[in-house]
């Protein structure tokens, strides 16, 4: 009987005469037969939601710092130098906030660092991040996605378990330097999760596949900052956090290792109509050659490229604003105890993890009932996205002590956020489906420079964390994420780009920048075309059966 990698790796890609075609499934097993015919979870949504946990777990180790280090820090700076008109009460219910409370209440505060320093550790992260962006999405398409997303998040999963000790040995300056390590980890995530989407998932299951998968971003972000909470609660030590959330990667590497593939073609005992489909409906370049490069000149050249790259750096700059250092406006500004900051930093992401299946529900809906044409539902719900945020944002602002307001603006602004997986991330899989995943690494690698940015610039905004200086912080993300919606809107396309296969659709007549790929592939030899039709004879004599 034949074991769940084996099949794979009987059948790697063909490569002859520097060809390279889809790899043919070998005859099955008895075993394989049994699962095909009585699987009854489609694969693709095997996939999804291994994905999905997975982004969620990357997002739970990537937040996991910014709650934590309102209790590594002992804030024992004099605040009466700096008298804020503004400022508001303490929590109410009886609970002092962080920045009130006494070291003897949290003995574990063993660091003394200011507003600028903090910022500038919670952008490691970014550096490392935007480093393997381009690396993944390579990996990704020329090997596999399964392993390179995989023993990327492992890692980053050894290195978040790792975190307290290297911090503890070596303060703010190890710490940095392992958070550019984690990043570094997590940098093929979404370049991978995209490849393979473009592999798994059908034109017309897009949006609310894309909302599935990426919504784990939501997922990680409150299961993240409310179970941070919880651990860190009642003085408990916050490298309990560490050490949790780095054994859930553990544990999820193991089981994506046996459950996921990195296409269709390769998994073992998928079912035969299943795999008739995936291989019918979704775009792939039949043949390509192994030397093909990046057609980087055709990429940056392409509105729709530049597009997406636009309304990334909106949603990154926004987003990022809102992992990063809404928990310090929440404790710095609003005043609320660790406790319940947890709680309330969770709020904003289960609306847009909800928001983000609704979105992607209406799209997909609007798309095959022919209200609008892809394109138009990409710039509605990426508008949708960042006009509405960006206000969000402000009227939180401006909302000064009430918590109720701030709080609501800022479910809202979050929430709506959720509109972009229907609008911009899956316009990759539309403009590029073959080079979705080096499409992505490269837009990761620009916008990752808003998460690098933003916390270090709101550090600089905010040294003393008042009110107003939150406030003009909040001005520069409306102006970034309405700046770039505005971009996105006249530049976007929503139709597969001929770049993305010029065998197919030919250069345009007013390309004067060269070829883009190698010279034309020769037939297909005959030896693989019997191949081929051996392996349809035996799928219908199956289907017969």
């Not at 992260?125 to 999405?137: A, D, E, K, S």
């Not at 409310?226 to 609660?233: P, R, T």
């Not at 909106?314 to 609320?336: A, C, E, R």
């Not at 394109?375 to 960006?390: D, F, L, Q, W």
Request: with cysteine.
């Amino acid at each position: 009987m034949s074991e769940p990698g084996e099949n794979k790796k009987q059948e790697p890609l063909l490569n002859v005469n520097n060809i390279v075609v889809r790899p043919l499934p070998k005859k099955d097993s008895g075993l394989v037969k049994f699962l095909r015919k009585n699987c009854c979870i489609p694969q693709r949504w095997v996939f999804g939601i291994m994905g999905l946990v997975g982004l969620c777990n990357a997002y739970t180790m990537r937040v996991t710092l910014n709650i934590a280090i309102t209790q590594m820090v002992n804030r024992t700076k004099n605040v009466s130098a700096h008298f804020d008109p503004d400022a508001c009460p303490s929590d109410s219910d009886g609970m002092t906030s962080i920045s009130n409370m006494s070291t003897a209440n949290r003995p574990h505060a063993i660091f003394d660092w200011n507003e600028e320093l903090q910022g500038f550790i919670l952008s490691g992260f970014y550096y490392g991040y935007g480093l393997t962006q381009i690396l993944g999405g390579y990996l990704a398409e020329k090997y596999e996605g399964k392993w390179t997303l995989g023993i990327g998040l492992l890692s980053t999963a050894i290195f978040t378990i790792i975190t307290p000790a290297v911090t503890r040995a070596g303060g703010a300056t190890w710490l940095f330097i392992l958070r550019v390590v984690i990043g570094m980890g997590e940098g093929p995530t979404i370049p991978a999760l995209t490849i393979m989407m473009a592999r798994w998932t059908p034109p017309d299951q897009r949006s609310f596949q894309g909302a599935l998968i990426f919504g784990g971003s939501q997922l990680g972000n409150m299961i993240g900052s409310f179970l941070s909470g919880i651990i860190m609660a009642d003085g408990r030590d916050w490298a309990y956090v560490f050490y949790f959330f780095g054994g859930c990667g553990i544990v999820w590497f193991i089981v994506w290792s046996l459950l996921v593939y990195n296409e269709p073609n390769v998994h073992p005992f998928i079912t035969h109509e299943e795999l008739d489909y995936l291989n019918k409906v979704v775009k792939r370049a039949k043949v390509t050659s192994v030397s093909d490069p990046v057609p980087w000149k055709a990429i940056l050249r392409s509105p729709a490229a530049l597009a997406v790259l636009c309304a990334g750096i909106g949603h990154d700059w926004g987003f990022y604003t809102m992992v990063s250092d809404l928990p310090k406006y929440m404790n710095d500004v609003l005043k609320f105890n660790v406790a319940t900051i947890g709680t309330m930093t969770c709020l904003p992401f289960l609306a847009k993890w909800i928001l983000g299946f609704v979105f992607g529900f209406t799209c997909d809906y609007g798309i095959k009932k022919g209200w609008h044409s892809p394109k138009t539902g990409r710039v509605i719900y990426t508008s949708i996205g960042s006009v509405v945020p960006a206000v969000c944002i402000i009227l939180a602002s401006y909302s000064g002590c009430n918590r109720t307001v701030a709080m609501g603006c800022f479910v809202v602004a979050v929430g709506c956020m959720g509109a972009y997986v229907s609008g911009v991330k899956v316009n990759i899989l539309d403009i590029a489906p073959n080079y979705a995943g080096t499409i992505s690494a490269f837009i990761n690698t620009v916008t990752t420079l808003a998460g690098i940015i933003s916390p270090y610039l709101i550090g600089l905004l905010t040294p003393d964390s008042t009110l107003v200086q939150w406030r003009r912080a909040f001005w520069i993300c409306f102006a970034v994420m309405i700046g770039s919606n505005i971009l996105y809107a006249f530049l976007a396309k929503g139709s597969q780009q001929w770049w993305d296969d010029v065998r197919q659709f030919g250069y345009p007549s007013d390309w004067k920048h060269g070829p883009i790929i190698k010279d034309k592939i020769p037939e297909e030899p005959e030896s693989i075309k019997l191949c081929k039709k051996e392996n349809d004879d035996e799928k219908e004599k199956e289907n017969k059966v």
